[in-house]
């Protein structure tokens, strides 16, 4: 079992940033990849980002790259999301994942609670 805690969501203005945080525990943070989906009301949840369990390979969605990087620390069992460049259509609930292989589709085994972003124009 691996358990995930997201933090870091807030209200900020368009063009502001924020940096999501997630903290794993329980089996070795390392054997996994990790991912940050997003699911707006009424929507779909979208993939945004994922890092391979070394952080060498990353993967990010195209309404976000440029202005969202994905990063891990293995060694405190976390993976960031900073966001820079806000937009209104950022707004969603962000969840982390956790998977043994690293896609860009919601086929992950652990999920955090998420975490809620506003963004106000």
């Known amino acids: 079992q691996v358990q995930l805690v997201e933090s870091g969501g807030g209200l900020v203005q368009a063009g502001g940033s924020l940096r999501l945080s997630c903290a794993a525990s329980?089996?070795?943070?390392?054997?996994?990849?990790m991912a940050w989906f997003r699911q707006a009301p009424g929507k779909e949840r979208d993939f945004v980002a994922a890092i391979s369990w070394s952080g060498a390979g990353t993967y990010v969605a195209d309404s976000v790259k440029g202005r969202f990087t994905i990063s891990r620390d293995n060694a405190k069992k976390t993976v960031y999301l900073q966001m820079n460049s806000l937009k209104p259509e950022d707004t969603a609930v962000y969840y982390c994942?956790?998977?043994?292989?690293?896609?860009?589709?919601?086929?992950?085994?652990?999920w955090g609670q998420g975490t809620q972003v506003t963004v106000s124009s």
């Open positions: 994942a956790a998977a043994e292989l690293m896609r860009k589709t919601p086929e992950y085994d652990y």
């Open positions: 329980g089996r070795t943070f390392s054997n996994y990849s």
